[in-house]
């Protein structure tokens, strides 16, 4: 799929014509080539396997891209930064690109079958490298003049297709470094008057190197280095070791002299002839090698970084100064309004000034943009604490800078600490209680101290899924810490106080349940007279006639309400059976009871709602009064 985009994404462009930016990291699949040019502001990087070309701006991302440079082996820039070199093997030319546009502005084509592989611009001319691993040369483009492409300049001194180093520092001198199979030859040429001209050279079976992969001009006109470690003297026509960086296998010099060298995913930085690095990297690469590029003016280091979708641009800043390691540690929890110790160090290779300070930031939630505290002054060893009293709760973040100086670079570390709330009081009356139905019932909640905050709001929560939470108030509390509310209590209720908390003060919830009954009544229809027998009020009825009751209770959708019937035996009430009625839309329920055909039965009877069998859960169980019946002849 990246692929097809790749294609499909160029298909809209001329072969040659630069893309537009894009916000993703430039990244190749083989590296064809990586120069830094700081006339445009660009690095551009060769993708062998694609046949494009890259440019990419300081921050890594790509801005450009041209297509159609076959098998793209290398990049070289002309002296004024304005123009791009391209060495295409694959259909043997030397491309040479407007470096603002990546536009194309002519072709060379180099007369061989093989090659070009390397290209370096020096003396006014581009100078390439060509032939297979036993018979090498180098060859030149000569751009000021026609065009004249000449081959055949370095015969019978090259086996394979040599690599090419130039230093700003000393124009017209070229650095030649065999890549055969079976030498490790070299050679500094001056290419000044366009016909190359042997400084030194060095033709040898691996007794000075161990084969060449990388060489390098070194600035002061007597150096080369050779596979980012060995440094090597010339003069009087030939080389000889002299000195060493620690291991290292791919290396890039500044103009000013700092030896940027990588070993895997290790990038050290080096001054001239140094032994320990200023800087060291870990760009994560997991490539064996990782290419290296220095801007012209020795300020930004740009390395390819080996993933797993490519090699991608990688900008490692300003190396020149040295990166110091500041750490920083604090409590992960704290209590709110109490004194901890945050401590951390300061650590380089080289001393730091007396008096060093580092400025301390925290950011919480009463100070979101950060509240200066007081500067730490970093003793001799390296190692700091200073104290803090954080009232904020919350997550409380140390920010501890450090702002450099002429030699070293800035650091900024942060620690974070968990900072406790305090926990308010809040209650809520009436919870558990049970009031009758519509009963006008007060619920006040109490908010104890915080520090700003001193809203509450309350809001119930009738049972049953037809009636939604709702916000009955919401307010500051009084000078007791109080606020009320008052429910008709028509339904089982959950009535909750909350509090949203401050900035010191924790946010707290209390719920308190209250129930309420339903409103029922008994009317009873038939009787013939109402008398007391002893000081109960009894109804009368002829022992041949049906009592007829009528039920009417607070209504609910499929509420039902239970008809209860106990009769007097023996000198106490005995349950003679209950049944379950519907209620009406109209909350009434009409039942008869046949006529006994007795005389002197004594019977009571209610209606009831009984949470859960009565059809609904929305009210608390509420037991009608007795009627009480008797029957005569």
Do not use: C
């Not at 084509?109 to 032939?131: E, R």
């Amino acid at each position: 799929m990246t692929a097809l985009a790749v294609l499909f994404s160029s298909a809209a462009l001329s072969a040659v014509a630069a893309g537009t930016a894009s916000a993703a990291p430039a990244s190749v699949y083989a590296v064809g080539g990586f120069v830094v040019d700081g006339a445009v502001g660009r690095v551009f990087v060769g993708d062998a396997e694609t046949g494009k070309v890259f440019a990419a701006d300081y921050n890594g991302n790509q801005v450009g891209e041209a297509d159609g440079i076959t098998d793209v082996t290398d990049l070289a820039l002309s002296d004024d930064g304005s123009t791009l070199y391209a060495a295409a093997s694959g259909n043997h030319q030397i491309v040479a690109l407007d470096a603002a546009s990546l536009t194309v502005k002519t072709r060379y084509t180099v007369p061989t079958t093989t090659g070009p592989t390397h290209v370096a611009v020096s003396g006014g001319k581009v100078w390439f490298t060509y032939g297979d691993q036993w018979d090498g040369n180098l060859g030149s483009v000569d751009p000021a003049g026609a065009g004249t492409v000449t081959t055949g300049q370095y015969t019978n001194r090259l086996w394979g297709q040599a690599l090419l180093d130039t230093d700003p520092n000393q124009p017209g001198i070229l650095a030649v470094g065999e890549t055969g199979l079976s030498t490790d030859s070299m050679a500094v040429l001056d290419v000044s008057s366009g016909t190359p001209q042997q400084v030194a050279y060095y033709h040898g079976d691996y007794s000075l190197n161990s084969g060449i992969r990388d060489i390098d001009l070194v600035p002061g006109g007597t150096h080369v280095l050779v596979n980012g470690t060995e440094r090597q003297a010339y003069a009087n026509g030939t080389f000889t070791a002299d000195g060493a960086y620690p291991a290292g296998t791919d290396a890039d010099i500044a103009p000013n002299g700092l030896v940027a060298q990588a070993n895997g995913s290790t990038v050290a930085v080096y001054r001239p002839d140094g032994t320990m690095p200023i800087r060291t990297y870990n760009t994560g690469s997991n490539g064996a090698k990782t290419p290296l590029a220095w801007s012209p003016d020795s300020t930004e280091l740009f390395a390819l970084v080996g993933t797993n979708s490519g090699w991608v641009v990688t900008p490692l800043g300003n190396p020149t100064l040295e990166q110091p390691t500041l750490r920083v540690n604090a409590p992960s929890t704290a209590t709110g309004g109490k004194q901890l110790t945050v401590s951390g160090s300061l650590s380089t290779s080289t001393r730091l000034p007396a008096g060093t300070t580092l400025k301390v930031v925290r950011t919480d939630a009463e100070n979101p943009n950060g509240t200066v505290l007081p500067a730490v002054t970093v003793p001799a060893g390296g190692s700091y604490s200073f104290t803090d009293t954080p009232k904020a709760g919350g997550t409380a973040t140390y920010k501890v800078s450090y702002a450099g100086d002429a030699t070293h670079a800035a650091a900024t570390a942060t620690a974070q600490v968990k900072v406790s709330f305090a926990t308010p009081s809040l209650t809520l009356n009436n919870n558990g209680n049970v009031f009758d139905y519509n009963k006008a019932v007060t619920f006040t909640a109490h908010l104890g101290p915080t520090y700003k905050n001193r809203t509450v709001a309350i809001w119930a929560n009738p049972y049953g899924a037809d009636k939604p939470n709702k916000l009955l108030k919401s307010g500051t509390v009084d000078s007791r810490g109080n606020l009320s509310v008052t429910i008709n209590m028509l339904r089982d209720t959950d009535v909750t106080a909350v509090f949203k908390g401050d900035t010191r003060t924790a946010a707290k919830t209390v719920k308190s349940t209250a129930y309420a009954r339903v409103a029922v009544s008994l009317a009873v229809a038939r009787q013939y007279k109402t008398a007391k027998i002893g000081t109960t009020p009894y109804y009368w009825f002829h022992k041949n006639v049906a009592p007829l009751f009528t039920t009417t209770m607070t209504y609910y959708p499929g509420r039902k309400q239970r008809l209860e019937l106990q009769v007097y035996l023996n000198g106490k009430w005995v349950a003679d059976g209950s049944k379950y009625f519907s209620l009406g839309t109209d909350g009434k329920s009409v039942v008869y009871i046949p006529a006994p055909g007795h005389s002197g039965i004594q019977a009571r009877i209610r209606s009831s709602y009984i949470n859960g069998t009565s059809g609904d859960t929305v009210n608390t169980t509420t037991y009608g009064s007795w009627k009480y019946l008797y029957f005569t002849n």
